[in-house]
C-alpha cells in the first residue's frame, strides 16, 4: 500500500530571531550597551568590589551569548549589525581580561 503524494506543507520558521522585528531588535541592543555602560561606570569607582563585578560580567556575558544569533541574522552592511559585533567583541574581551584576572 502507498500513501498519496503530500499535497500541502505549511512553512514553517524555526529560527526565532527571524521573527523579532526592527524595533526589538534596537531595543535589545540598547540595553546590552546600557550594561556595557554599567560596567564602564564600575571600572571607574575605586569603592566597586569583585564580587559586584562578577555579576555583573557574568550578566555581560550572557547577554553577549543571548545576542549572538541576533548578530548572525543582520544582513552585512546593516548597521545595527556593526554596532552589535562591536559590542559583544568589547564585552568578550572585557570578560577575558576580568577572568584572567588583569583588575586584580
Not at 4 to 29: C, G, W, Y
Not at 79 to 96: F, G, P, Q, S, W
Given at each position: 500500500?502507498?500513501?498519496?503524494?503530500?499535497?500541502?506543507?505549511?512553512?514553517?520558521?524555526?529560527?526565532?530571531?527571524?521573527?523579532?522585528?526592527?524595533?526589538?531588535?534596537?531595543?535589545?541592543?540598547?540595553?546590552?550597551?546600557?550594561?556595557?555602560?554599567?560596567?564602564?561606570?564600575?571600572?571607574?569607582?575605586?569603592?566597586?568590589?569583585?564580587?559586584?563585578?562578577?555579576?555583573?560580567?557574568?550578566?555581560?556575558?550572557?547577554?553577549?551569548?543571548?545576542?549572538?544569533?541576533?548578530l548572525?541574522?543582520?544582513?552585512d552592511?546593516?548597521?545595527?549589525?556593526?554596532?552589535?559585533n562591536?559590542?559583544?567583541?568589547?564585552?568578550?574581551?572585557?570578560?577575558?581580561?576580568?577572568?584572567?584576572?588583569?583588575?586584580?
Amino acid at each position: 500500500m502507498t500513501l498519496p503524494p503530500v499535497q500541502h506543507i505549511p512553512t514553517m520558521q524555526f529560527d526565532p530571531i527571524l521573527n523579532i522585528d526592527k524595533a526589538q531588535s534596537v531595543e535589545r541592543v540598547e540595553q546590552f550597551l546600557n550594561i556595557l555602560e554599567d560596567y564602564q561606570k564600575k571600572l571607574g569607582d575605586t569603592n566597586s568590589t569583585l564580587k559586584g563585578f562578577y555579576s555583573l560580567v557574568s550578566k555581560m556575558e550572557s547577554e553577549a551569548a543571548k545576542l549572538k544569533p541576533l548578530l548572525d541574522s543582520l544582513p552585512d552592511g546593516d548597521r545595527l549589525k556593526d554596532l552589535l559585533n562591536r559590542a559583544v567583541v568589547t564585552a568578550t574581551v572585557e570578560a577575558i581580561k576580568f577572568n584572567r584576572g588583569d583588575y586584580l
